[in-house]
Nanobody
Framework: QVHLVESGGGLVQAGESLRLSCAASGSIFRVNTMGWYRQAPGKQRELVASFTSRGNTNYTDSVKGRFTISGDNAKNTVYLQMNSLKPEDTAVYYC??????????????WGQGTLVTVSS
């Protein structure tokens, strides 16, 4: 099995920064993609940013220029640096990872979620 452990959420004021981390562990052959999603109260879960093992990144428009996703392939870890946070960034942030496990089967897993609260 593959597991994700997230950290870094918390309460900050608008304009401040937070850094989220997510580490994948378990029976992993290769992690292809890791990403962060978020879900605000009453809203659907949305992709925030994604990172591939080749270093390709993708961001939702509302965070471009403020958030940066990066990864450490050797550690199967992805980071989300969030700057200039806004109250509308308040949500539960979920890490997602997809790849190939040690049995050479595709896997996709989710983290437990970490709450980010931005006060105005």
């Amino acid at each position: 099995q593959v597991h994700l452990v997230e950290s870094g959420g918390g309460l900050v004021q608008a304009g401040e920064s937070l850094r989220l981390s997510c580490a994948a562990s378990g029976s992993i052959f290769r992690v292809n993609t890791m990403g962060w999603y978020r879900q605000a109260p009453g809203k659907q879960r949305e992709l925030v940013a994604s990172f591939t093992s080749r270093g390709n990144t993708n961001y939702t428009d509302s965070v471009k220029g403020r958030f940066t996703i990066s990864g450490d392939n050797a550690k199967n870890t992805v980071y989300l640096q969030m700057n200039s946070l806004k109250p509308e960034d308040t949500a539960v942030y979920y890490c997602n990872a997809g790849g190939i496990n040690a049995s050479f089967r595709y896997f996709e897993v989710w983290g437990q979620g970490t709450l980010v609260t931005v006060s105005s």
